[in-house]
């Protein structure tokens, strides 16, 4: 007989980790359009305190948003490895500011542990689970509740 819970724990996927001051996350590398290189953010008035501005990304106005201060660490200073990961999710697309890309994973979902409790809401509510590889810990990251409402988007 089919079990549907067999197919989805052996079903392998693919994430893209990177490194946010002295912690390790990731996302679904499906979501992810690009990586580039740190080039200067143009500041927007009136934006959260989170977002660094907005690029030119071929012709099409990019906002730029700093992980670090996002997930209530302070403001990374980048430097010539600091990358921006262009990410979409649903209608949205946006530049994740991070130190550096670390490599793709290729998981299960049985291997994500959830968010343990100690974590404040807000870490939960951005942070999918935690993956144990090796001697590594990465929070996967939601990027449906990571990413800036359509006014900061707009703004």
Do not use: H, K
């Amino acid at each position: 007989m089919f079990d549907p819970t067999t197919v989805a724990s052996t079903e392998r996927r693919e994430l893209i980790s990177f490194r946010v001051g002295d912690q390790e996350y990731c996302v679904n590398i499906m979501a992810v359009r690009e990586i580039r290189g740190w080039s200067p953010a143009t500041a927007l008035p009136q934006t959260p305190g989170y977002m660094r501005g907005v690029i030119n990304l071929r012709g099409a106005v990019l906002p730029i948003m700093d992980l670090a201060a996002r997930l209530g660490m302070p403001m990374v200073e980048p430097n010539v490895r600091s990358v921006f990961i262009v990410v979409q999710a649903g209608d949205r697309t946006v530049g994740l500011l991070v130190d550096a890309v670390s490599d793709i994973l290729s998981i299960n979902d049985d291997m994500v542990q959830p968010t343990p409790d100690v974590a404040c809401d807000t870490v939960r509510s951005f942070v999918r689970g935690i993956i144990s590889i090796e001697d590594r810990m990465i929070s996967e990251i939601s990027l449906d509740r990571i990413l800036p409402e359509r006014e900061a988007l707009a703004a």
